[in-house]
């Protein structure tokens, strides 16, 4: 999914999203946005873009390489990691205040939730739930209680326990299969693409993510899947306990543009969702 010859989730090419959005009047192109115009801020959602009255997307969208970043694509799951925000709405130098990190669901009750409160929490956005684990993130136990225990069993049969984890004890090995504790980097490692579960997020040789489905790897991009290829050995983005969770039968949900035996599709009515409310679900 290349934009002139640029990865769609390149900075470059997102800088050409943006503008191609202001140029044609799209004023909500996001999760986390909103169509009215208020003042210097649009409602609550982001900030306008001077003369044209446009908003620009928020900083809150978040790669599978866990990477916090402004982009226009929609996406169909949120999630947070406590607050990340301060004044103004842009994001500090962290990128998480606790060990938990959730992912949710967009509408929960149909409740409107401003995405970035002061001091209380930053709503982040993904593309799918395979692209939310692969950041690091796991189902919450409050809006996607079915899943969150599914999750859990799958962890329990995957790691041979007698009773199932508590999400105190599977945030904790999370976080150090997710990030190297002295720089913050991702932690990835290797495997061939071929033995990976359908669900699992790697990284190729020419850095591109992409979604692991039949033994082949589709790219990825904010605004869903391309075509999946073959590839060889790649470098695993989604937590090894995780991966292992999915081999035990935890069944990740995908965008629709890809199909994949081993994933759930997303229902159709989270693609409308996103622009207008925000789920108030798994917020501390």
Known sequence: MQRGGLPEWSPTALVLRIRESLRSGVAHVGAGTSPEVDGAECRTWGRCSGAEGMRVPLQNRVRPDGEIVVDPGRGLMMGNRGC???QGRDLGVARWRSKLWLC?????????????????????????????????????AYCRRGDYLEFAEAWRVAQGLTERPRAVEMDAVLHAERVESRTGRKVTWPARAAELPDGAMVRTGQAFPGLVTGGQVAPWSFGGYGTPAAAGVVDVLTPASVVAAIRAGYRPMVHPSVSAAGCRSHPASNLRAGTESVAAGGIP
């Open 84 to 86: 990340l925000h301060g």
């Open 104 to 140: 949710c669901v967009l509408d929960w009750k149909g409740r409107q939730r401003d995405p970035m409160p002061p001091g209380r929490y930053t709503s982040l956005f993904f593309t799918d739930e395979a692209s939310a684990l692969a950041a690091g993130h796991r189902p919450c």
